[in-house]
T-cell receptor, first 114, second 115 residues
Framework: DAGVIQSPRHEVTEMGQEVTLRCKPI?????LFWYRQTMMRGLELLIY????????DSGMPEDRFSAKMPNASFSTLKIQPSEPRDSAVYFC????????????FGPGTRLLVL | KNQVEQSPQSLIILEGKNCTLQ??????????LRWYKQDTGRGPVSLTI?????NTKSNGRYTATLDADTKQSSLHITASQLSDSASYIC??????????????FGKGTKLSVKP
């Protein structure tokens, strides 16, 4: 398996633009997580899905952020409109029941909002 | 409030030397504690996981310890190598109800191994 795949790896955009981050989890994994990482706050859980259903989105900063998982092999995190304070590295991770909660992280998307 | 504190924030050591990273937590209920290694520009990778009843766990040159009474964990790296340069993140699970989302992350210790 290729591991968790994220795209794009880098994104530079201007304030106010819409940003869409994409994730393909490891095949067979039934949990998918979106994280944001900054120097100041470290890793923060934004939202996670179980069997494509959002379970906890309490970490989503505000209504500008939305996430979907239309099927078991694809998820998106959308920011609309983007702001400079959204600049961070966004990670997607996946895991499976019985895996002792070990999460497998993707390489991340480095987002810069100007 | 559930918190995970790591120390030091950063550390520089010479290749071949040993080092110990610390993690203190105030998480309840406690399910398990995990150490992740994050290389620059990459996602975290799990090194070890320990439950309440486990005091020590090794993974090659990495040895993690857990004292559930004092709520402290350490990660000891033996005979460091240049490839050990990374951030090490302590993560504590408060897995009540079977939810996988109750993970509390430390901010990490940035380790630099110099030749």
């Amino acid at each position: 398996d290729a591991g968790v795949i994220q795209s794009p790896r880098h994104e530079v955009t201007e304030m106010g633009q819409e940003v869409t981050l994409r994730c393909k989890p490891i095949s067979g994994h039934d949990y998918l997580f979106w994280y944001r990482q900054t120097m100041m706050r470290g890793l923060e859980l934004l939202i996670y899905f179980n069997n494509n259903v959002p379970i906890d989105d309490s970490g989503m900063p505000e209504d500008r952020f939305s996430a979907k998982m239309p099927n078991a092999s694809f998820s998106t995190l959308k920011i609309q409109p983007s702001e400079p304070r959204d600049s961070a590295v966004y990670f997607c991770a996946s895991s499976f029941v019985g895996g002792r909660e070990t999460q497998y992280f993707g390489p991340g998307t480095r987002l810069l909002v100007l | 409030k559930n918190q995970v504190e790591q120390s030091p924030q950063s550390l520089i050591i010479l290749e071949g030397k040993n080092c110990t990273l610390q993690c203190n937590y105030t998480v309840s209920p406690f399910s398990n504690l995990r150490w992740y290694k994050q290389d620059t520009g990459r996602g975290p990778v799990s090194l070890t996981i320990m439950t309440f009843s486990e005091n020590t766990k090794s993974n090659g040159r990495y040895t993690a310890t857990l004292d559930a009474d004092t709520k402290q964990s350490s990660l000891h790296i033996t005979a460091s190598q240049l490839s050990d340069s990374a951030s090490y993140i302590c993560v504590v699970s408060s897995n009540y109800g079977g939810s996988q989302g109750n993970l509390i992350f430390g901010k990490g210790t940035k380790l630099s191994v110099k030749p």
